[in-house]
């Protein structure tokens, strides 16, 4: 049983004391004409049409949770708050009588939800209200929102804003981080305009949206340690998907020639404000398309989603103004590694050449690290800091893109670009390798270079290349985590704040 606080026993009292009287605290049923916002602009359209000084006869039946209330002997104002706003209710003796109105005051608490059914009307500070001919509790709220500041509105009127500030509870407890700020609400609506608006852009550019397993026998599309369950009917391991890569490119050699997924990855890796083991992701793959037209899509498609979503291709982050408008800079990768740590990676073309440069440039290498790991440390240590407004980095050396078609005449180097906003990657494409023969030598490569629990391992994928065998087009890939574009619209520097319910350490609560 859970220990109440002493508010909590006078509100479960309270609850104890409506059925002796015979009212029910959690109907079944519940009723409404309007929301808050539409029973506000019904009120303002009838004034507009009723002749001057004669006051519009609106009724409406509103519900929402009680956010203020304020007591004056025969009257009694709230204020209650449904999904789209704010409105005030107005409770009168002459209109409902006194035995109603003090239940009102003794029975209900702030964070109750009511049922209200009256007249719509200006109050003398000009205020839309309810003035309220019947109401009725739809749910007794046993525990009180979080602890609260106050604003006092021009009427006099006392709001209740939450003060619940610690990123750890409102992560923790969402649903109260979202009964008590409007504006993490706005950051969700947000976010699901953002997936609304990528789908809208691939679907009129004739992409099939599909869905793939999310349980797989075998991991694989990415460089990402999986998380491992059992199937017990099959009695066999199982992996929850880091990428859906394969499995879309499958279907380019069943004949669909634009295909995208957008949804769950998971990868069992270390957690910091961009990453989270359970991630939203974007994939879509366009047959006879290459890295260079799959830029171009990209930065169409990333301005198109801020206009939509925001109003403008600028957005501004963490206080940076940010122009996502077409074209983005671009940038090779060595020559963006070479410009800011002082290393040319091509000179230097195994592991141990290049750890002593990273050494000489005074930086602390790992010793077992291999070339493709170190590569990956000097993006991150030099060059990734640097890029801030929406840059492509292209063509990547070959040993940390084993999925990736080579550049012609260049071996050692794959068509492959990242895209950089903020300091942080947003997407990652490919000109996709559909060589059989080449893939599977690449899969033996990466088990020879990389031990079995090594997060860059890509394990063998016998159907994968079973189905290249039949014949693949050529084609260019294309990942985006959507969290992070999220982040990037919403204005938050956290990816904890951009998903609704983030996985958190097991602890007390």
């Known amino acids: 049983m859970p ?92 209109e409902i ?10 029975r209900f608490d702030l964070g109750d939800f009511i049922q209200a059914s009256g007249t719509l009307m200006r109050t003398r500070t000009g205020e839309v209200s309810l003035l309220v001919h019947d109401y009725k509790m739809l749910a007794k709220a046993v525990s009180p929102l979080p602890a609260a500041k106050d604003e006092t509105l021009e009427d006099g009127t006392v709001v209740r804003h ?49 869905e793939t397993p999310i349980l797989q026998p075998l991991y694989g599309g990415a460089a990402a340690k999986p998380f491992v369950t059992h199937h017990n009917e099959l009695d066999q391991d199982m992996y929850l998907r880091i990428s859906f ?49 799959v830029m ?35 940038m090779a990768m060595c020559d963006g590694i070479l410009e800011t740590s002082g290393i040319d990676i091509d000179a230097h073309p195994n592991a141990d050449s290049l750890r002593e440069a990273i050494v000489r440039a005074g930086k602390q290498a790992d010793p077992a690290a291999t070339r493709g790991k170190l590569i ?21 050396p070959r040993d940390i893109s084993p999925l990736a078609k080579s550049k012609p005449g260049d071996p050692l180097t794959v068509e492959r670009f990242e895209g ?13 390798l559909n060589d059989p023969l080449d893939q599977e030598q690449r899969f033996l490569e990466m088990g020879r270079d990389y031990d079995a629990d090594d997060e860059q391992q890509h394990p063998m994928d016998k159907d994968y290349l079973r189905a290249m065998r039949y014949g693949m087009p050529p084609c260019g890939g294309f990942g985006l985590g959507v969290d992070r574009l999220v982040m990037l619209l919403t204005d938050k520097h956290s990816i904890r704040e951009v998903l609704l319910f983030p996985h958190m350490r097991t602890g007390e609560d």
């Open 3 to 94: 220990e109440y606080t002493s508010l909590e026993k006078i509100r479960l009292a309270k609850i104890e004391t409506l059925r002796q009287e015979g009212y029910e605290p959690y109907p079944t049923r519940a009723e409404r004409t309007h929301t808050s916002l539409e029973a506000v602009s019904a009120f303002e359209q009838a004034e507009k049409q009723s002749p001057a000084g004669q006051p519009p006869e609106v009724k409406a039946t509103l519900v929402g949770r009680i956010r203020a209330t304020r007591p004056m002997g025969k009257l009694t104002f709230a204020h209650i708050e449904d999904g789209t706003g704010r409105i005030q209710l107005f409770f009168r003796l002459n």
């Open 97 to 106: 009588g006194q035995e109603r109105v003090d239940f009102f005051n003794q």
């Open 162 to 210: 939450a003060a619940l500030e610690d990123p750890e509870l409102r992560a923790r407890q969402r649903y109260a981080d979202l009964a008590v700020n409007p504006d993490v609400r706005d950051t969700f609506r947000r976010r699901a305009a953002t997936v609304r608006a990528l789908r809208e852009f691939l679907d009129e550019r004739g992409f099939l949206e599909v």
């Open 245 to 293: 890569e394969l499995y879309l490119k499958r279907l380019l050699v069943g004949n669909l020639e634009r295909v995208y997924e957008i949804g769950r990855d998971f990868r069992n890796e270390g957690v910091s404000f961009k990453h989270n083991p359970e991630f939203t992701q974007l994939e879509f793959y366009w047959a006879y398309a290459d890295y260079l037209q």
């Open 296 to 330: 171009e899509l990209t930065e169409q498609m990333v301005a198109a989603v801020c206009r939509q979503v925001t109003g403008s291709p600028q957005v501004t982050y963490q206080g940076q103004l940010l122009d996502f408008t077409p074209p983005w800079q671009r």
């Open 376 to 396: 990956d440390f000097l993006l991150s240590e030099f060059l990734e800091p640097t890029l801030v407004q929406p840059t492509f980095l292209y063509d990547y």
């Open 420 to 432: 950089y906003v903020s300091g942080f990657e947003l997407c990652n494409a490919f000109t996709e």
